[in-house]
C-alpha cells in the first residue's frame, strides 16, 4: 500500500460557509496532488461524506444551521468514518467550544486566519496518521476474517462466534459495562473458541460420542487458543474470555478450576451466552432445542453450580427484547456481518 500523500490521491473535505475560506483552502491542496471536495453546510457535508469517503476533514466550527460540533459527532458515530482525521477551522472559540471538541473526537485545530504553511503541514502530517489508522483497520479486518474461519470449519457451529460476539455485548451492556471492557466481551465472544483450530477434524468433527480421550484433546482449546493469541496486542483484553470461558462457578471447569467471582466477568457473560448458543442450535448429535428448554435446562446447571445465576437472569431479559427470527441473529448465521 503506498501512502495517500505520495500518490497524491488523498480525498479531503473542506466544510465552511465562507466561500473565501474554501477557495483559499482548495487553491492550496490541490497543487500538492489531493482531490478537494467542497460544502457549505453540515447537511451537504454529510452528503458529500457518503459519497468521497475523504481521508481528512476540515470543518469550520460555528456553520449556519447545523454546526461543526454535530457534524463531528455524525462522523465518529458511523463505522465508515469514525476514524477519520477531523480538522477543526476556528475563529473566535471558546474555551468550552474547544473542549466540546475535544469530547467530541476532534483530532486537531486550526485557528483563523492560518498561514499556508501552517495548514500544509497539519495537512500532511494528518494525511500521514491516516495512512497508519487505514493499515491498522486493514489488519483488523484480518483478525476478524481470521476469527470467522473457527466457525467455517464446521457447518453445525456456523456463526456460533458471531452470535456469542453478539449476545454477549447485549447481555454486557445490560449489567452496566462500558467502554473498553464492553468491547472485550464482544471481541472475548468473537475469538473464545479460536483453540479449536488446533484440533484435529476427527475429534472436533466427529459425528458420535467422544472417548475420554478425545474429550480431553477438545479441553484443549482455551490453552490452544491462549497460546496462539497471546501475542496479538489487540487482543490481549480479551485474553481471560478466551482462556476462561469453560470455567464453572463451583470450580469444577477447566483450564484452571477457578471458582466465583474469581471467574473474570468478561469470561462468565461469555460462558452464558455461549452455553445458550450451543444448545439453541443444532449439533450432529442432537437438534436445536427451544429456547425455553435450553433456559430450564441451564436454570438446572445453575443450581448444579455451573453458571452465574444472577447473568443468566439478566440475559433472560435481554432474549425477551431479542426475537428469535432477529434480522442480526439471521445474518451472522448466514455468515454475514450483523448489519
Ligand atoms: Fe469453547
Ligand atoms: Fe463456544
Same mark, same amino acid.
Request: glycine share 2%; no cysteine.
Given at each position: 500500500m503506498s501512502s495517500p500523500i505520495e500518490s497524491g490521491r488523498a480525498s479531503i473535505l473542506v466544510v465552511d460557509d465562507d466561500a473565501q475560506i474554501?477557495?483559499?483552502?482548495?487553491? %492550496?491542496l490541490r497543487p500538492m496532488g489531493h482531490k478537494v471536495v467542497e460544502a457549505?453546510? &453540515?447537511e451537504e457535508a454529510q452528503e458529500k461524506l457518503r459519497a468521497a469517503s475523504p481521508d481528512l476533514v476540515l470543518v469550520d466550527m460555528q456553520l449556519p444551521g447545523r454546526s461543526g460540533h454535530d457534524l463531528l459527532a455524525e462522523i465518529r458515530s458511523d463505522p465508515?468514518?469514525? %476514524?477519520?482525521?477531523?480538522?477543526?477551522?476556528?475563529g #473566535? &472559540?471558546?474555551?468550552?467550544?474547544k473542549l466540546k471538541a475535544i469530547e467530541g473526537g476532534v483530532t486537531d485545530f486550526i485557528a483563523k486566519p492560518f498561514s499556508p504553511e501552517e495548514l &500544509? #503541514?497539519?495537512?500532511?502530517? %494528518?494525511?500521514?496518521?491516516?495512512?497508519?489508522?487505514? &493499515?491498522?483497520e486493514d489488519a483488523e479486518q484480518v483478525i476478524i476474517s481470521l476469527a470467522r474461519t473457527i466457525d467455517a470449519r464446521d457447518r453445525y457451529t456456523y456463526g456460533h462466534s458471531a452470535r456469542v460476539s453478539l449476545y454477549a455485548g447485549l447481555l454486557g451492556e445490560r449489567i452496566g459495562l462500558q467502554g473498553r471492557i464492553l468491547e472485550t466481551v464482544r471481541r472475548g465472544g468473537l475469538f473464545h473458541d479460536f483453540g479449536k483450530i488446533a484440533i484435529r477434524d476427527a475429534v472436533l468433527l466427529k459425528p458420535a460420542k467422544l472417548t475420554a480421550e478425545e474429550y480431553g484433546e477438545i479441553k484443549r482449546h482455551p490453552t490452544e487458543g491462549?497460546?496462539?493469541l497471546q501475542n496479538m496486542k489487540t487482543l490481549l483484553h480479551a485474553m481471560p474470555v478466551v482462556y476462561h470461558h469453560h470455567e464453572r462457578m463451583d470450580g469444577s471447569g477447566y483450564p484452571d478450576g477457578l471458582s466465583g467471582e474469581t471467574i473474570p466477568i468478561t469470561a462468565r457473560v461469555t460462558t452464558v451466552v455461549d452455553v445458550f448458543d450451543a444448545l439453541t442450535t443444532a449439533r450432529v448429535y442432537r437438534g436445536a432445542l427451544s429456547?425455553?428448554?435450553?433456559?430450564?435446562i441451564m436454570v438446572d446447571e445453575v443450581r448444579k453450580g455451573w453458571w452465574d445465576g444472577r447473568l443468566l437472569d439478566e440475559f433472560r431479559g435481554v432474549l425477551a427484547t431479542l426475537p428469535e427470527d432477529d434480522e442480526r441473529i439471521r445474518r451472522l448465521s448466514a455468515g454475514l456481518p450483523a448489519s
Open positions: 474554501r477557495a483559499l483552502i482548495v487553491r %492550496l457549505a453546510t &453540515a465508515r468514518t469514525r %476514524l477519520v482525521p477531523v480538522v477543526m477551522i476556528t #473566535a &472559540a471558546t474555551h468550552e467550544t &500544509a #503541514a497539519r495537512v500532511h502530517a %494528518l494525511l500521514e496518521l491516516k495512512f497508519v489508522t487505514d &493499515a491498522l491462549r497460546d496462539l429456547r425455553e428448554d435450553t433456559l430450564g
